[in-house]
Nanobody, 124 residues
Framework: QVQLVESGGGLVQAGGSLRLSCAAS????????MGWFRQAPGKEREFVAAISWSGGRTHYADSVKGRFTISRDNAKNTVYLQMNSLKPEDTAVYRCAARRGQSIIAGLDEYNYWGQGTQVTVSS
């Protein structure tokens, strides 16, 4: 069982930046593909970004491409989401997730473990 704990959310003005972190309990963290998802009030959960086990491959939603960067530090069992040029429409609860499969192109139902989430609010 992998436990995931997110941190780093908060309130920021439009155009600002935040860095989210997701710490994993599992010592085999480096074998998991990791992803970030978000859910805004009244909307479905949506994919944001994913990263392969080695960090060598990444994939982004079109809405965040060029503004967000996903990365990982396997020595620290942590995955990050650097968010720049934030917009009010980025406001959501952000959750990290882990999956055993190698593909970084996967639906949310293909992820095995989920964190509780961290709130990101972007004011205009």
């Amino acid at each position: 069982q992998v436990q995931l704990v997110e941190s780093g959310g908060g309130l920021v003005q439009a155009g600002g930046s935040l860095r989210l972190s997701c710490a994993a309990s599992e010592r085999t963290f480096s074998s998991y593909t990791m992803g970030w998802f978000r859910q805004a009030p009244g909307k479905e959960r949506e994919f944001v970004a994913a990263i392969s086990w080695s960090g060598g491959r990444t994939h982004y939603a079109d809405s965040v491409k060029g503004r967000f960067t996903i990365s990982r530090d396997n020595a620290k069992n942590t995955v990050y989401l650097q968010m720049n040029s934030l917009k009010p429409e980025d406001t959501a609860v952000y959750r990290c997730a882990a999956r055993r499969g190698q593909s970084i192109i996967a639906g949310l139902d293909e992820y095995n473990y989920w964190g509780q989430g961290t709130q990101v609010t972007v004011s205009s």
